[in-house]
């Protein structure tokens, strides 16, 4: 069964820094992954997905992530962050076929002024 | 707007109480799931219908009942909850179940249990 793992429950940058979210993945078959955001009080809003075209995938908001099947990896990525990207976000992977979605744990954003 | 409804968006119920939680999509997808966020665990997955029939149940407790009249309308009925069910319950939907693209979520409904 696949499985998602986030590194981090809790990471805070400076505002302008570089974003790095950590996720690594356990799937048997070449997976799916997904990268959502969720505000306060909100539900998850999908920001990327990767489906076995690039590796390298964009999203909304300036994010990228990037699949790297020998490390099992699909890390989030953002450049210069900003206070408005301060929320919680979910890795989640899917096999091929008809399997529902499976989330890590989540990894809390908090961008400082 | 998000595309997914759910109502109510806050609960606040006792534990022998009957209540609740609807979702509604018009986005023309087939499936629909009930999801569990509690803090500090993984979303977890409740409940998986594809057009209208119930593909999944994660060995959730009888005291959480889903009901999928028509591929718009999903509800999660309750009864005789426990504190620890307090939580915030999500709904998506995708275009298939299974399928690739991605979910659709609500924005949830904030349930309190006393």
């Known amino acids: 069964a696949q499985s998602v793992t986030q590194l981090g429950s809790h990471v805070s940058v400076s505002e302008g820094a570089l974003v790095l979210l950590r996720c690594n993945y356990s799937?048997?078959?070449?997976?799916?992954l997904f990268w959502y955001v969720q505000y306060p009080n909100q539900g998850l809003q999908l920001l990327l997905k990767y489906t076995s075209a690039a590796t390298l995938v964009k999203g909304i908001n300036g994010f990228e992530a990037e699949f790297k099947k020998s490390e099992t990896s699909f890390h989030l990525t953002k450049p210069s962050a900003h206070m408005s990207d301060a929320a919680e976000y979910f890795c989640?992977?899917?096999?091929?076929?008809?399997?529902?979605?499976?989330f890590g744990k989540g990894t809390r954003l908090s961008v400082i002024a | 707007e998000t595309g997914v409804t759910q109502t109510p968006r806050h609960l606040v119920m006792g534990m022998t109480n009957k209540k609740s939680l609807k979702c509604e999509q018009h986005?023309?997808?087939?499936?629909m799931y009930w999801y569990k966020q509690s803090a500090k665990k993984p979303l977890e997955l409740m409940f998986v219908y594809s057009l209208e029939e119930r593909v999944e149940n994660n060995s959730v407790p009888s005291r959480f009942s889903p009901e999928c009249p028509n591929s718009s309308h999903l509800f999660l009925h309750l009864h005789t909850l426990q504190p620890e069910d307090s939580a915030l319950y999500l709904c998506a939907s995708s275009r298939q179940a299974g399928e690739n693209y991605g979910y659709t979520f609500g924005s949830g409904t904030r349930l309190t249990v006393v």
């Open positions: 799937s048997s078959v070449p997976p799916y």
């Open positions: 986005l023309g997808h087939n499936a």
């Open positions: 989640a992977v899917s096999d091929v076929g008809n399997t529902p979605l499976v």
